[in-house]
């Protein structure tokens, strides 16, 4: 599930603010921009995957036998991916 979609933004509200990161941060460090981005996302991706998976290992077969989304795990992801974002706004911010 991509950003956008998490977030309910349809095109006009990207171009909007991906226009206003250019204007605020210029167009030399667009590239580590979106290659720190590219890297936050893969992280919490990769996250997200092993807390589900340390989780889904504690709820014994109880978990494993609904596969229904567990209300536990999506506030975990919810913070990871709240805490990711933060973390990369926080480190190109700099």
């Known amino acids: 599930m991509s950003l956008a979609a998490l977030l309910n933004l349809g095109g006009g509200e990207i171009i909007l603010i991906s226009a206003l990161i250019l ?4 167009a030399k460090s667009l590239p580590e921009i979106t290659e ?3 890297v936050g996302m893969k992280e919490f991706r990769k996250a997200a995957r092993e807390v589900t998976k340390e989780l889904a290992e504690r709820f014994d077969g109880e978990y494993a036998s609904n596969r229904q ?3 536990i795990l999506m ?3 919810l913070i990871l991916g709240a805490a990711c974002v933060i973390f990369v ?3 190109f911010s700099k």
């Open 23 to 26: 204007i605020l941060l210029g």
């Open 36 to 38: 720190g981005f590219r």
């Open 75 to 77: 506030a975990l992801t």
């Open 89 to 91: 706004v926080y480190e």
């Open 69 to 71: 989304s567990h209300p």
